[in-house]
């Protein structure tokens, strides 16, 4: 699978990020350098939850965004449908709790954690806005929901520039350096596809999340999207 217009099937997807498992977080590193840890700090800080809260970690990959949620002193679960990706988290984040589970059917019960958090992963759902529900499903009322993925830069000429980026130089990168770099055609045009800032939070609200609020960084090539999960019927499903 190499293009953003194959209906994201499920096992095709996984079996991509099964096939680039082992250099996935290299390669993170080479196209966002010194970008991916304060992106998750800042991911760690919108749930603004105490320590000792649950939190699922949707689409976690390797389990390096869970490691940073465990390190924030949360009780913390990583979930992915790519068993690649997993068996190379449990190599490496040894302390990191996996589950295997597809977003879009989560396995777990209503209300079962306090927060629940997915970064760079609500686009490869073949249907994200049933991947937000599931996630709200999961979170007990009050709780939270975080999203954290690339969006659309607000300046026009700076959002040119990173179209061209994303469509030539990642491609370049992932040729040195990744296992599986016709794998990056598929990422590059699913960043460019994805719905702006606005549209995904009008995704959030038209879930039933509350007081939902997004962040812009680095002029918005990233966007941090916060809902809280209400109380009565929503949240006693």
């Excluded at 079996?15 to 993170?28: P, Q």
């Excluded at 949707?58 to 997993?86: E, I, K, N, P, Q």
């Amino acid at each position: 699978m190499s293009r953003a217009d194959l209906d994201k099937k499920p096992y095709d997807v996984a079996g991509m990020f099964d096939s680039v498992a082992r250099r996935y977080d290299l390669m993170n590193s080479l196209m966002a350098p010194g970008q991916v840890g304060r992106w998750r700090r800042a991911m760690v800080e919108a749930l603004d939850l105490p320590a000792g809260s649950t939190v699922l970690d949707l689409a976690a990959g390797t389990g390096t965004s869970t490691a940073a949620l465990l390190d924030a002193g949360l009780d913390a679960v990583a979930c992915d449908f790519s068993l690649g990706m997993m068996t190379e988290g449990r190599r490496r984040q040894r302390d990191v709790p996996f589950v295997g589970g597809d977003a879009q059917h989560l396995p777990f019960a209503d209300g079962s954690f306090d927060g629940a958090v997915i970064s760079f992963g609500l686009r490869n759902v073949q249907d994200p806005k049933r991947g937000i529900a599931e996630m709200a499903r999961v979170v007990r009322p009050g709780g939270v929901v975080v999203v954290c993925e690339f969006s659309t830069p607000t300046n026009a000429a700076f959002r040119a520039l990173y179209q061209r980026y994303l469509l030539r130089a990642i491609p370049a990168v992932a040729s040195k350096a990744s296992s599986s770099p016709e794998a990056y055609d598929y990422l590059a045009e699913s960043i460019l596809s994805w719905p702006d800032q606005a549209e995904l939070r009008a995704w959030f609200e038209a879930t039933g999340l509350r007081t939902c609020q997004y962040r812009n960084m680095n002029g918005g090539i990233v966007a941090l999207h916060r809902g809280v999960v209400p109380a009565g019927p929503a949240g006693q499903r």
